[in-house]
């Protein structure tokens, strides 16, 4: 079919097309960004935390003890909650993942220079990598005297953190090509030696999904916030859990139970906000897809109950209804496709002003097609209805007046 009366008739109403191609560029425009900040929240809910997430629960609690009697008290308590049925293992530290807080510190290869990354710090009192269930790629733990005391690190200048166990993504910073065992790093002016090298664990508060699990444990004991963590197998959490807080409180009758519940149930918290703001942005792109083919149904049926005498003197003239249909889609396709090409521009645009205001990523280009494509097929599924009630235009409606 040629082109050019079509390019002709769309001249003659160039206003109406140039409304509808305007429509089309805003939606591709919109359509590319959301898409592609739907991906990256989706992209962060599906980080590998590292962890044993399904056979973990975790538990806060508050005593009104005194600080010196904390060591005997966590080591009760630790006790306590390695005898309930189901418990494999049990630790206690100051900070877990999706906990929305985070210890950090900078870390840098040579004494006194300026730190190469920020890693968090995790106080390892003890079993605190085989509770979580990490994955030792290289080294060892942490031997039972080589742990100190978080009060004995302010109480004297000779008591310093020696060692730690850090995550492979912080090792590949720090050193990168080279293996991290056995080599030392700063966050004063002591030498802290790498003995151990995890997979991963990440951040308890991360932001970006691409963001490297920089992560360090360290052997130090009854740091301040000690959380409890279990690792349960072969029975219900909910029950082990309930099992627990009496365990707790048989040892302290005064103890408040802060908070009490499986790290499935806090990744499911800790992603709420994510899965929410999906949800908005898909509600968004089904909305502005139903408002563009509403927009292309409505020109086109105008279209159509304006041509009608036309089209009669087509079909008079032996045009088949197969090119009747075929001249409506065509002409729609070429609106659309003006449309896209302008919403390509403009795609990079609001891009561009997103990373400018919030951070997000520069837009990859496969968007770009995805959104073509879609809007493309969008736009030939609306003008189907009115395109085939043109093509059953009878060739003697050419003969009336």
């Not at 990490?134 to 004995?152: C, H, M, S, T």
């Not at 499935?264 to 994510?274: A, P, S, T």
């Not at 109950?305 to 032996?318: D, E, F, H, M, S």
Request: hydrophobic fraction near 50%; proline fraction near 6%; charged fraction near 20%.
């Amino acid at each position: 079919m040629e082109i050019q009366p079509i390019l002709k008739s769309l001249r003659r109403q160039k206003t109406a097309a140039i409304l509808i191609a305007f429509e089309i560029a805003l939606a591709c425009a919109i359509i590319c960004n959301t898409l592609f900040v739907i991906v990256a929240r989706m992209d962060r809910m599906q980080i590998d935390s590292g962890i044993a997430e399904t056979e973990l629960l975790r538990i806060r609690t508050a005593t009104l003890d005194d600080p010196v009697d904390k060591p005997l008290r966590t080591a009760e308590d630790l006790a306590a909650l390695q005898a309930v049925p189901g418990v494999v293992d049990v630790a206690a530290v100051q900070q877990v993942p999706f906990g929305n807080s985070s210890w950090n510190s900078g870390v840098a290869v040579e004494r006194g220079a300026p730190p190469v990354v920020g890693a968090t710090n995790y106080f390892d009192n003890g079993n605190l990598v085989k509770t979580l269930g990490l994955k030792l790629v290289a080294g060892r733990d942490f031997q039972p005297e080589e742990y100190i005391n978080f009060q004995d690190l302010f109480s004297t200048d000779e008591t310093f953190v020696g060692m730690a166990i850090i995550t492979q993504a912080l090792a590949d910073r720090l050193w990168p090509g080279e293996p991290a065992l056995g080599k030392a790093f700063y966050t004063d002016t002591d030498p802290i030696r790498v003995i151990g090298i995890v997979d991963t664990l990440i951040r308890p508060s991360f932001g970006d999904p691409g963001d490297a699990p920089m992560s360090v444990i360290y052997p130090v004991r009854h740091a301040p916030g000690l959380e409890y963590l279990l690792r349960v197998r072969g029975a219900e959490p909910d029950a082990v859990l309930k099992q627990a807080e009496v365990a707790l409180r048989d040892v302290h009758p005064g103890r408040l139970i802060l908070h009490a519940s499986t790290f499935v149930e806090m990744r499911e918290r800790f992603f709420r906000g994510d899965r929410v703001m999906a949800m908005l942005l898909i509600g968004v792109i089904v909305a502005l897809l139903i408002v563009t083919a509403l927009g292309i149904v409505g020109l086109a049926s105008f279209w159509v109950q304006r041509r009608r005498r036309q089209i009669g003197v087509r079909r008079a003239l032996g045009a088949t209804r197969g090119a009747i249909l075929r001249y409506f889609q065509l002409e729609n396709f070429l609106i659309v496709t003006a449309g896209v090409a302008a919403g390509m521009f403009s795609a990079y645009g609001v891009n561009a002003w997103l990373m400018q205001h919030y951070e997000l990523e520069r837009l990859p280009l496969y968007y770009l097609p995805v959104a073509a494509v879609s809007l493309w097929v969008l736009g030939q599924l609306s003008v189907l209805q009115p395109a085939l009630r043109a093509m059953r235009v009878p060739p003697a409606l050419a003969t009336r007046a």
